[in-house]
Structure formats: C-alpha cells, structure tokens
C-alpha cells in the first residue's frame, strides 16, 4: 500500500503541493490530470525525493517517512521501493541500453552484475529491444530512448511505478509504441501512478482518475465518473478544453 499524508511542498513563497492526502491499493493503476503548474509532476518527485517535501508523510510499503525529518538511509529506501520514467528519458548518453538498465540494479540494489544483465537481457527482450543492446542513447528514437526508461524502471520490481508524463517529448509518431508498452505493464498489476495529458490512455488504463488543480486534488473516482460526470465545475472546465 502507498499513502501520502499531508504532503506539502513550496518553492519559495509558492505553494505546490497544498496537503495532499492519498492512498494506493497494491495492484492499482492511478492516473493523474489536470492544467500544467498545478503539482502534478512535484508530487511524483516529492514521493521519492527528487524534490524534498516541506511537510507529511509517505508510506511505502512497509517504510513510513516524516518528509520534515527524513533520513537518508530513509530517503534511500524510498527510492529502492519505487521507480521513475521521466518525461525526457533521463539516460546516461555514455552508456548502452543494456547498461542503462543494468546501472540501477548495481548500484541500487547492490545486484552482482551477471545476475543484473541477466535481468537487463530480459528486460530488452520483453520491450522488443534486443537488437538495440549495445546501442548509446543517441542512436536510438525518442520511442526507444522511453521505452529503455520503462524498462530500467520495470527491472527494479518496485512497490510504485512513477510516470512522469512519459509521451509528452516524444514525436507522434512515437507515442503509440510507449502507450502499448505501459500497458502491458499495468496487465501485471504493477502499482502505478500516472501523470498525462493522454486521456484517452487515462480512460483505458486507470482504475481511477483523480484531478488536481492549485496543488489539491479537487476529484478522484473511477474513470467513467470522472470524464463522464465530473462533479466538480473546475474539472468539467477542463476537461471541456482537452477533450474538445
């Protein structure tokens, strides 16, 4: 189980995140939308400290952190009990796919490295990558770049799953084959917790939709709920402007 009590985060006198209360069942698929600056993306970094919050706490599993005093073996096991997709990729240019996938099992969770790129192979090979092994980042599509990302993430075998609006860089063109490759990973229930402006994907995948605006979250509830009958004006107005 996930659970964010009070999460809060400023950035100087700004408020991003204004006390967010949020549980997630294991197995759960929650995907968030909303307009951009609204703390979408700050939540997903507070979760695992890429950005530190001010305040509250975050439950994973069975490790509870206060964000005032946390630790940094803390921080670490935060970090080793979730994954992240970044919207722009975040490889190492200097290394291969296979290393890309390799570098977090070894340095993380202090894998032997055979066993790692064992792992790696596999990975590759469940997103359709093997032939791009040995290939650096720059050689690869924007599409193969992300999909790479999710693979580095999906070999972790984390509690959470982070996606950081994983389409938003990538060409058209591109899109589908990211989209799909999501998907076959939400069919192994992996936990996950999904920031988007796709909200056709959002209907297909989430089991629920929650909708933030000004650092709340102002609504949640199943898919067809939320995009059918938004019960709150400020959620029936945005989705008036991306559903269009």
Known sequence: MIRLQGLTKRFGETTVLNGIDLTIDQGERVVVIGPSGTGKSTLLRCINFLDRPDAGTIQVGD????????????????????????QNYALFANKTARQNITEALVTVQRRPRAEAEARADAILAETGLT????????????????????????????????????????D??????????????????????IVTHEMQFAREIA??????????????????????????ERTRSFLRRVTR
Do not use: C, Y
């Open 207 to 232: 089991d629920r939709v929650i909708f933030m605006d000004g650092g709340r979250i102002v609504e949640q509830g199943p898919p067809a709920q939320v995009f059918e009958a938004p019960q709150d």
């Open 131 to 170: 032939e791009k092994a040995n290939s650096f980042p720059a050689a690869l599509s924007g599409g193969q770049q992300q999909r790479v990302g999710i693979g580095r993430a999906m070999a972790l075998d984390a509690d959470l799953m982070l996606f950081d609006e994983p389409t938003s860089a990538l």
């Open 172 to 193: 058209p063109e591109w899109v589908g084959e990211v989209l799909d490759l999501m998907r076959r990973v939400a069919e192994r229930r992996q936990t996950m917790l």
């Open 63 to 86: 490790l509870t952190v206060d964000a005032a005093h946390a630790s940094r073996a803390q921080i670490l096991g935060l970090r080793r009990r979730t994954a992240f997709v970044f």
